[in-house]
């Protein structure tokens, strides 16, 4: 399965498919949800935590560090689930980026990532978010999904 990894900010969109993410990774990041109690925020590496939100074709998810929110990420793998989620980041980017948010600029399935102004100031966290919010998404998303 290919999917789109689509930066907000920048408007740089990267094809990636399911064979640039590892089984073990996956195995790995699903062990860290399923042992994550729900509603608690998920713990991951340099003091960030994620909090999740998942339901049937889709997700969103922040990643922060203490009070920063760092990046916001959300997927889908159909156009129903799409139209939800790209209305769900627009509200939260519009804020940050008023003028650069063009509506539908990849098609599903999707990753989308939105980095906050805070970012600059966890460069450690942004050093794997990208590689990161990738796999999430082909756990999430794609055909590896248990």
């Known amino acids: ?3 789109n990894h689509y930066t907000i900010n920048t408007q740089h969109n990267r094809v990636s498919g399911t064979e640039d993410v590892r089984n073990e990774t996956i195995e790995y ?3 860290l949800i399923r042992n994550t109690n729900e ?3 998920i713990e991951l590496l340099d003091g960030a935590t994620m909090e999740l939100t998942t339901e049937q ?3 969103v998810a922040t990643i922060k560090v203490g009070g920063d929110v760092v990046l916001a990420t959300a ?3 159909n156009k129903l689930q799409a139209k939800k989620i790209w209305k769900t980041m ?6 940050a980026l008023p003028d650069k948010v063009e509506p539908f600029p990849v098609q599903p399935p999707f ?3 939105l980095l906050f102004p805070g970012a600059l100031l966890h460069q450690d966290i942004l050093s ?9 998404g082909h756990l999430l998303l794609g055909e590896k999904q248990k």
Not at 90 to 95: F, M, Q, R, S
Not at 128 to 136: A, H, K, Y
């Open 128 to 136: 794997w978010t990208g590689d990161f919010t990738r796999c999430l």
């Open 57 to 59: 074709g889709g997700y």
């Open 90 to 95: 627009l509200k939260i980017a519009e804020p």
């Open 29 to 31: 990041l699903t062990n």
């Open 111 to 113: 990753i989308l990532d």
């Open 1 to 3: 399965m290919e999917i």
């Open 39 to 41: 509603g608690d925020p």
């Open 75 to 77: 997927g889908a793998c």
